[in-house]
């Protein structure tokens, strides 16, 4: 009988009528429904599962929550500088900014990954869509794991880095989601003056939106790669001198007494008294060649409260500082001076040419000219050379700057002579 009645149709009769009013209430509900699940269901492969590193296993795509306490172990992980094409069929884990993503159709994705200065494309391919809607949906700048294998486009992809590979993605996680909308972007911060005064259309990023917005202004390629010479500068200094024989030392900054004369120090309230932020290693220096280390070299902040005349403010900057001894001519220091910056120089030109092209791309400039050894002047001939070459203000002020006068002027900052006594 269960049977008989499960099969059988309602009993109608049993149910009281709806009206005309109720049963447009009752579909139009029935619609909205659907409408909210067939939704609540594109909303979920396009955002994807929340998964953690202990059950990456349960989906091929998603968003992944880090926990320190929390480990995978059977990730090796793969720099996108290193996606080369000897690693052609290869299946390695990279971990990457979202750069740009283009979707062509159900069932395939196109991706632009970005780490540091180096970008690779990665395609999204799957014949159900879930991943590649997921992947289509991710917003620029998010950070993404990514498991694939490495393959060789039949062309070149001339807007990457790595021009020859593109990553056949497996698998794809979202680390940490950008927000939808950026700020700025970094397609319009990293344009050059000459691509904004060739099409006026095109966003200019102001400063203060870059200032205000330093993190992400800071990705872009030019201020990725000054950051990185400033860095081979004083890896190119130190390995220098620390191959000369030279000592490195590290000299207080924060001291208890105002240095070389007390001009222009920054004071600073210390627990009652006062500081002062070191304006220069010198002192330390020379207490060092006087205690025999005889060769020493310093990489460090100095501070100094002082308005500059050029565009570049000299408050605080890294100073790089050497002292050393000389048997009998000062020119021993001169030589060595000049092998110094020969091997800076040289330095960046052999193993940062990538880096100086990333920043040539955006603020063009020509080529260092140096040579070996360097152009040395007399004290006179470089005041004639500033007289005639330099800028208006140092020259204006250079019109009766001979020997005498800057004397007396040496004489005007050092300290009054005490009142005579009686």
């Given at each position: 009988?269960?049977?008989?009645?499960?099969?059988?149709m309602?009993?109608?009769?049993?149910?009281?009528?709806?009206?005309?009013?109720?049963?447009?209430a009752?579909?139009?509900?029935?619609?909205?429904?659907?409408?909210?699940?067939?939704?609540?269901?594109?909303?979920e492969?396009?955002?994807?599962?929340?998964l953690?590193?202990?059950?990456?296993?349960?989906?091929?795509?998603?968003?992944?929550?880090?926990?320190?306490?929390?480990?995978?172990?059977?990730?090796?992980?793969?720099?996108?500088?290193?996606?080369?094409?000897?690693?052609?069929?290869?299946?390695?884990?990279?971990?990457?900014?979202?750069?740009?993503?283009?979707?062509?159709?159900?069932?395939?994705?196109?991706?632009?990954l970005?780490?540091?200065?180096?970008?690779?494309?990665?395609?999204?391919?799957?014949?159900?869509?879930?991943?590649?809607?997921?992947?289509?949906?991710?917003?620029?700048?998010?950070?993404?794991?990514?498991?694939g294998?490495?393959?060789?486009?039949?062309?070149?992809?001339?807007?990457?880095?790595?021009?020859?590979?593109?990553?056949?993605?497996?698998?794809?996680?979202?680390?940490?989601?950008?927000?939808?909308?950026?700020?700025?972007?970094?397609?319009?911060?990293?344009?050059?003056d000459?691509?904004?005064?060739?099409?006026?259309?095109l966003?200019?990023?102001?400063?203060?939106?870059?200032?205000?917005?330093?993190?992400?202004?800071?990705?872009?390629?030019?201020?990725?790669?000054?950051?990185?010479?400033?860095?081979?500068?004083?890896?190119?200094?130190?390995?220098f001198l620390?191959s000369?024989?030279?000592?490195?030392?590290?000299?207080?900054?924060?001291?208890?007494?105002?240095?070389?004369?007390?001009?222009?120090?920054?004071?600073?309230?210390?627990?009652?008294?006062?500081?002062?932020?070191?304006?220069?290693?010198?002192?330390?220096?020379?207490?060092?060649?006087?205690?025999?280390?005889?060769?020493?070299?310093?990489?460090a902040?100095?501070?100094?409260?002082?308005?500059s005349?050029?565009?570049?403010?000299?408050t605080?900057?890294?100073?790089?500082?050497?002292?050393?001894?000389?048997?009998?001519?000062?020119?021993?220091?001169?030589?060595?001076?000049?092998?110094?910056?020969?091997?800076v120089?040289?330095?960046?030109?052999?193993?940062?040419?990538?880096e100086?092209?990333?920043?040539?791309?955006?603020?063009?400039?020509?080529?260092l000219?140096?040579s070996?050894?360097?152009?040395?002047?007399?004290?006179?001939?470089?005041?004639?050379?500033?007289?005639?070459?330099?800028?208006?203000?140092?020259?204006?002020?250079?019109?009766?700057?001979?020997?005498?006068?800057?004397?007396?002027?040496l004489?005007?900052?050092?300290?009054?002579?005490?009142?005579?006594?009686?």
């Amino acid at each position: 009988e269960n049977a008989q009645g499960h099969g059988s149709m309602p009993d109608d009769s049993a149910a009281p009528a709806l009206s005309r009013a109720e049963l447009k209430a009752k579909r139009a509900a029935e619609r909205a429904t659907a409408a909210s699940k067939k939704e609540s269901g594109k909303s979920e492969t396009v955002l994807g599962p929340s998964l953690q590193l202990p059950n990456l296993h349960e989906s091929d795509y998603g968003n992944v929550f880090i926990q320190s306490h929390s480990r995978c172990e059977t990730r090796t992980w793969t720099t996108v500088s290193e996606l080369v094409p000897a690693l052609n069929k290869q299946k390695v884990w990279v971990r990457a900014r979202l750069c740009t993503s283009r979707r062509q159709g159900k069932a395939l994705t196109f991706l632009t990954l970005r780490q540091g200065m180096s970008t690779v494309q990665a395609v999204v391919f799957a014949k159900e869509g879930s991943i590649v809607a997921f992947a289509a949906g991710l917003p620029k700048e998010s950070v993404l794991d990514l498991f694939g294998e490495i393959s060789l486009p039949a062309e070149s992809i001339a807007s990457c880095t790595q021009q020859g590979v593109e990553l056949q993605v497996e698998r794809l996680y979202a680390v940490s989601r950008a927000v939808p909308t950026l700020p700025l972007q970094l397609e319009d911060a990293s344009r050059s003056d000459a691509d904004l005064a060739a099409d006026p259309s095109l966003v200019r990023v102001n400063q203060d939106v870059r200032l205000n917005h330093r993190v992400i202004d800071l990705r872009t390629s030019a201020n990725q790669a000054i950051f990185r010479l400033q860095s081979a500068v004083c890896q190119c200094f130190r390995s220098f001198l620390l191959s000369e024989g030279f000592t490195e030392m590290h000299s207080p900054k924060l001291i208890g007494t105002a240095s070389e004369g007390g001009a222009d120090v920054f004071k600073v309230e210390y627990f009652g008294g006062d500081a002062y932020l070191a304006q220069s290693p010198q002192l330390y220096k020379q207490m060092a060649l006087m205690a025999d280390l005889e060769r020493v070299f310093e990489v460090a902040p100095v501070f100094r409260s002082e308005n500059s005349l050029t565009h570049r403010h000299m408050t605080e900057f890294t100073g790089l500082d050497m002292e050393m001894t000389f048997y009998e001519h000062y020119h021993e220091v001169l030589d060595m001076l000049d092998r110094t910056f020969n091997a800076v120089f040289d330095g960046l030109n052999q193993h940062h040419s990538t880096e100086i092209n990333k920043v040539r791309a955006q603020h063009p400039f020509a080529d260092l000219r140096y040579s070996y050894p360097c152009l040395r002047l007399s004290y006179k001939e470089a005041m004639a050379l500033l007289r005639t070459k330099g800028p208006p203000k140092l020259e204006a002020a250079l019109k009766l700057a001979d020997e005498p006068v800057a004397i007396a002027r040496l004489k005007e900052r050092l300290p009054a002579p005490p009142p005579p006594r009686g």
